[in-house]
Structures are given as C-alpha cells and as structure tokens.
C-alpha cells in the first residue's frame, strides 16, 4: 500500500465532507454521543462503520483478533465501562465473521506462540459446543458454526459484567450477537436472546 496515496485520499475525504457540509469538523469536534459499541474482529475485510453504512460519532468500536470479550483483557473492559457508563450507548454488538483466521488458528496444533493464551478461549467455546461442532463433517461448515457460537458465548461475557447488568436494569441496555458473511459481504443477525441468557446466569454471575 502506497502510504502517500493514504494522505492524499484523506484531503478529498475532506473537501467530499465540506463540500456537503461546510461545519463538519467542527460539529465532529463538539463531542460524540452513539448509540451502539461493536466489538468485532481485528481482520482487514471487515470494517465496522464501512459495513454498517455509518458515519463518523455513531459507533463506539473495538477490535481485536476473533472478536473476545475476555474478563481479564482490560482493553476491551474498559471499552465496555467507557461506552456504557459514560456514553451510555444503548446497544452492544459482538459481530464475527465467517472464514475468521482467529477461529481456525485456534482449533489447529500449531504453537502459535504469545497468541496461544488469547486463542485457548476459542478452544474452552469448542469444548463447550464439541459435540454439536464434532456432528458436522464439512470442516468450513463446522468452522462457521464455531464463529457463531464464538459470537454468543462472547455475548454471554458482557452478560455476566456489572456495567451491562446495571445498564439493563436502569435503561434496557441490550446485547445483540452479529455474523459478518465475507462471501455476500451481509450482515447476519443471529438473534441473541439476551433475557433468556441474563435469567439463566443471574443466579451464578449476578451483580449489585
């Protein structure tokens, strides 16, 4: 990639935003208020705004490889405390992909070196579903199935934080697990059933 070619498209970047609207920057500097954080995989081919079709202060973003939601990662927890707490978005979003490198590096024998701990979350969410990943035969399909599955069980680690707990309680804060399909280029809503997830860990992982 020519870097050179980078600065020049953000000049007409720039003169394309000004020429619609001639107070963009300094309605972008006042501050921003979105209304949903995604949290979604480091990968080149899936960008967040570009695929949702949103614009600059609508979406809070975090990435990082295979898309976890990893209690002791405090990058992505204080993600989640800053755009729950503070910007009080009312939407969280985990999104996979399909052909997700994250998730196949995961399931091979390779040591993958400082990845190895990042990516044994993958495998406990392997462990957990093994015998419904193990009934399927084709190895893509069955990786597909890992990405969904990986998507939820994430959702199910907001879940279990005090930040979304008290957002749900206080203002129907909600969690929705998303699929990126790279070979259609659609979003697919996997339909969280977000109550139905809080009623069934309350008991374990409630907090005050």
């Not at 949702?52 to 993600?79: K, W, Y």
Request: proline fraction near 1%.
């Amino acid at each position: 990639m020519d870097l050179n070619k980078v600065f020049d498209n953000n000049k007409k970047w720039i003169q394309e935003k000004l020429d619609v609207n001639s107070t963009y920057f300094d309605d972008l500097g006042k501050g921003q208020s979105p209304d949903l954080l995604y949290i979604g995989c480091s990968d080149s081919r899936v960008t967040a705004e570009e695929l949702m079709g949103a614009e600059p202060g609508e979406v809070f973003v975090h990435r990082n490889i295979a898309n976890m939601v990893i209690s002791i990662d405090l990058n992505v927890m204080s993600v989640v405390n800053y755009a729950v707490d503070h910007l009080k978005v009312n939407h969280v979003v985990v999104c996979g992909h399909y052909a997700c490198g994250g998730v196949k590096a995961a399931m091979q024998s390779a040591d993958l070196g400082i990845l190895n701990p990042w990516l044994r979350n993958i495998r406990d969410v392997y462990r957990i579903h093994r015998k419904e990943l193990n009934a399927i035969e084709d190895e893509d399909k069955r990786y597909d199935r890992l990405v969904e599955l990986n998507v939820k069980e994430q959702c199910v680690n907001l879940i279990k934080t005090a930040a979304v707990q008290k957002a749900y309680r206080d203002r129907g804060l909600k969690v929705h697990g998303w699929v990126f399909d790279v070979h259609t280029g659609k979003l697919i809503d996997l339909k969280i059933d977000f109550e139905g997830y809080l009623k069934d860990i309350m008991e374990i992982y409630h907090l005050d």
